[in-house]
C-alpha cells in the first residue's frame, strides 16, 4: 500500500467526475445539456487537475519505489481519467470541431 492515499483518493474522486460528465454531458433531445456547459468546462478542468497531480505523483512513486501494482494501478487509472477530462472539455469548447 502505499504512504499517500492523495492518488487513490484522486482516482476515487476522478471517476466520480467522470460519471458526472458521463451523465449530464451528453445531448438531450432538444440539443442542450441536461448541465449549464460553463458547469462541465470545470468539471472537466478540475478532475483534469487533480488526476494530472494525482498521476505525477504516481510517476515519482513509481521512479523512488520502483514498479509496484499499486503504484501502476494508480498512475494508469489516473493518466487514463487525465486525457479523458482533457479530451471532454476540448470537445465541450465552444468554437472547437470536436465533439
Known amino acids: ?11 476515487g474522486l476522478g471517476l466520480l467526475l ?3 460528465l458521463f451523465r449530464f454531458g451528453a445531448l438531450n433531445p432538444e440539443g442542450e445539456h441536461s448541465l449549464p456547459l460553463l458547469t462541465l468546462l470545470l468539471v472537466a478542468e478540475f478532475g483534469f487537475l487533480v488526476t494530472c497531480v494525482a498521476a505525477g505523483i504516481g510517476v515519482r512513486d513509481l ?3 520502483g514498479a509496484r501494482l499499486a503504484t501502476i ?3 494508469g487509472g489516473n493518466l487514463v481519467l487525465a486525457v479523458g477530462f482533457l479530451r471532454v472539455g476540448l470537445a465541450l469548447w465552444p468554437g472547437t470541431s470536436g465533439g
Not at 500500500?1 to 482516482?11: I, N, V
Request: proline content about 10%.
Open 1 to 11: 500500500m502505499m504512504k499517500r492515499p492523495y492518488p487513490w483518493l484522486a482516482l
Open 73 to 75: 494501478i494508480v498512475l
Open 63 to 65: 521512479i523512488r519505489q
Open 18 to 20: 467522470g460519471l458526472i
